[in-house]
């Protein structure tokens, strides 16, 4: 079994930072590419960031410049560095992971953690 455990949420005024952290544990041979997203309620799941097994990264338009996806593979962790944060940037924010078990190979999710941006 994989979980995918984040943190880093809360409340922070407009202009601020916040750092999410997803921790895969379990039986894992590799992570391939993580990606975060997010979701407010009753509207669609939105891409945040995406880093590959490589590094290479990928940025939603409204995130760039403000945003940064980072991975320490040695600790089977994904970060996404938020600065500049917006109270439009208010939902729960999502990781997910692309992960090969000694079973199987799919993408697996976190339980999602609430960022809030408000004075």
């Known amino acids: 079994q994989v979980q995918l455990v984040e943190s880093g949420g809360g409340l922070v005024q407009p202009g601020g930072s916040l750092r999410l952290s997803c921790a895969a544990s379990?039986?894992?041979?590799?992570?391939?590419?993580w990606t975060w997203y997010r979701q407010a309620p009753g509207k669609q799941r939105e891409l945040v960031a995406t880093?590959?097994?490589?590094?290479?990264?990928n940025y939603a338009d409204s995130m760039k410049g403000r945003f940064t996806i980072s991975r320490d593979n040695a600790k089977n962790t994904v970060y996404l560095q938020m600065n500049s944060l917006k109270p439009e940037d208010t939902t729960v924010y999502y990781c997910?992971?692309?992960?090969?078990?000694?079973?199987?190979?799919?993408?697996?999710w976190g339980q999602g953690t609430q960022v809030t941006v408000s004075s």
């Open positions: 880093i590959t097994s490589g590094g290479s990264t």
């Open positions: 997910s992971g692309d992960i090969n078990t000694n079973l199987e190979f799919r993408r697996y």
């Open positions: 379990g039986t894992i041979v590799a992570i391939y590419d």
